[in-house]
């Protein structure tokens, strides 16, 4: 249940830290107070959407949080253990900024609001003021149904195969529809294929051959040179080597004074020859070791020729062949196998028709079931509820096309006057009529429901007197087996409650704050004489209020 709401900066709250207990709390106040505020707080933490709206204005962000203790409720606690979060209590923050941006939080740790609205589902249960009204739409009594089935697993597993056989139906149709342009575009895609597996050109190899090319192109001009150069560094006639030597000759002819002044150069010289004779012997062995092979050039040219023909053709540069090669390759096995996608796509088809259709059989069957329980179910809150004579069905009629809730259209009827047929509510329940059987189905639905928290927001609209009091009675009753928070602008309702809370609009200066606090005895009797009589409190009224919550609190039979 809910036991902890924490609010900072949030609408006109400036600082809020509530404790609720079990059992019923009543939540009054004058209209306009915020005890909208209360429940918008709540929403954000279960994941409704935020907006830069919710923050007080001045302040920089809205900080809020709800404290779950989860002990009677096994399924949030498996939701926790399966996201590896602590398991043992189950706190819930989010903080929406001034810019409309929100975070969130589970037990510390960041999570997405999708995960708030995941576990919230878990944790409460909000039926809203505007319930009645959603009472008019055919989709609404199709889920009431299955909620009260308790089949909402089955229901979502239908739909998840309705969604899959669809979407193979559609992928089915359309490779039926596109066979002729994809056996077009298959032989187009098999002979460049094949071209390109008579190139078979490797990867790296377009590199091997740009530099085989270059290598063998220049051959002829490198072997010239070389001899050239070794013929100037070596040769009889007069190559370097010669000439050194015949430097160094007479150099170290000289007379003995002046050859000694002359050492270091001629050391400088045979250093010199030395180099001369190593180029040389060097520029003979690269000569004597390079071949001319035109017949290899020839081809090595002609196969780059090959190559940058198909690059052009297929409109990639030449290095980028193989991995085209590659890519045509696959999209050729892939359309090679479509006409056995077709055979495999059509089988699959026919399967999901046939698990579909036992799913929606089953589905649709316990709909039927839980149908008349249901409806005698409404039907005894509805007596309860002084509409005695009002007639309620449960109509569960066979669609005439598959949908993804199944094959089953259920309709809610009413009559409200004996010896009239039922018919659908919106062409029979008036008003204050509507009010009371959307209490009646959404106690129903409260007390099939695996979660034992419940939030009633004015679902007692539209009834007084007798009637409200016998509507507290009812959230009082559930109320007894978990926890139940109603927002009332009706005395005879608040009057049941366990606990109440008020609400108050208190302005200061230039600002405006909502004050929220759980009153005593004396504060409830307070709060009761004002919904009763308005500003003034007479005697009277605050008597009459005394007399209203002392009979309330007295157990009922």
């Not at 190139?199 to 091997?208: P, S, T, V, Y």
């Not at 302005?507 to 759980?518: C, F, H, S």
């Amino acid at each position: 249940m809910l036991t902890e709401l924490a609010i900072r900066d949030f609408a006109i709250v400036d600082h809020l830290e509530l404790e609720l207990a079990n059992g019923m709390t009543a939540i009054t106040g004058e209209t306009g107070a915020g005890k909208s505020i209360l429940l918008g707080a709540l929403g954000l933490c279960l994941g409704e959407r935020a907006d830069a709206g919710s923050v007080r204005h001045g302040c920089e962000r809205a900080d809020l949080s709800a404290r779950f203790d989860i002990d009677a409720l096994p399924d949030a606690r498996a939701w926790l253990t399966a996201r590896e979060l602590p398991d043992d209590d189950c706190l819930l923050r989010r903080v929406v900024t001034a810019n409309g941006r929100s975070k969130a939080w589970i037990n510390g740790q960041p999570a997405t609001i999708a995960d708030l609205k995941a576990l919230g589902e878990h944790l409460i249960e909000i039926h809203g003021q505007h319930a009645h009204q959603a009472l008019l739409r055919e989709e609404t009594h199709l889920r009431l149904l299955d909620d009260f089935a308790g089949q909402r697993e089955a229901v979502a597993e239908m739909a998840e195969t309705f969604r899959v056989w669809q979407s193979t139906r559609r992928k089915l149709k359309r490779l039926a529809e596109d066979g002729d342009e994809v056996a077009a575009r298959r032989q187009l895609v098999r002979y460049q294929v094949e071209e390109l597996d008579q190139l078979a050109l490797a990867e790296g190899e377009l590199k091997a051959l740009e530099d085989e090319q270059e290598e063998l192109a220049h051959a002829e001009e490198r072997l010239r040179e070389a001899q050239f150069a070794a013929e100037c560094c070596d040769h009889d006639d007069g190559g370097a080597a010669t000439l050194l030597n015949q430097a160094i000759h007479r150099l170290s002819a000289l007379p003995g004074g002046d050859r000694g002044s002359l050492a270091e150069a001629i050391a400088m010289l045979s250093d010199a020859r030395i180099q001369v004779e190593e180029a040389a012997r060097e520029l003979n062995h690269f000569a004597s070791n390079t071949e001319l092979d035109p017949e290899r050039l020839a081809w090595v040219e002609e196969r780059l020729g090959d190559v940058h023909r198909l690059a052009r053709k297929h409109h990639v540069m030449p290095d980028e062949l193989t991995h085209l090669h590659h890519q045509l390759q696959s999209e050729l096995e892939a359309l090679s196998g479509s006409d056995q996608d077709l055979e495999t796509l059509a089988a699959e088809v026919e399967g999901l028709s046939e698990t579909w259709k036992e799913q929606a059989r089953r589905v649709g069957e316990t709909r039927r079931q839980a149908a008349k329980r249901f409806g005698k179910a409404v039907q005894e809150q509805l007596a309860f509820l002084a509409m005695g004579k009002a007639r309620f069905e449960v109509e569960v009629a066979t669609r005439e096309s598959p949908a993804a809730e199944g094959l089953d259209r259920v309709r809610l009827l009413i009559s409200a006057n004996p010896g009239q047929p039922a018919r659908p509510l919106a062409k029979v329940a008036s008003g204050g009529e509507l009010s009371r059987i959307s209490l009646a189905i959404q106690v129903v639905a409260a007390r099939h429901s695996t979660i034992p928290s419940l939030v009633f927001d004015e679902v007692d609209v539209g009834v007084s007197g007798a009637t409200a009091e016998i509507v507290g009675q009812l959230l009082r009753r559930l109320g007894e087996s978990g926890q139940v928070m109603t927002v009332t602008h009706l005395p005879q309702v608040a009057a049941q409650a366990h606990q109440h809370l008020h609400i108050e609009k208190q302005a200061k200066r230039d600002t405006t704050l909502t004050r929220m606090a759980v009153l005593d005895e004396a504060g409830r009797v307070s709060e009761l004489a004002r919904m009763l009589g308005g500003v003034t409190l007479s005697d009277h009224t605050l008597a009459h209020a005394r007399e209203m919550l002392d009979a309330s609190q007295r157990p009922h039979h």
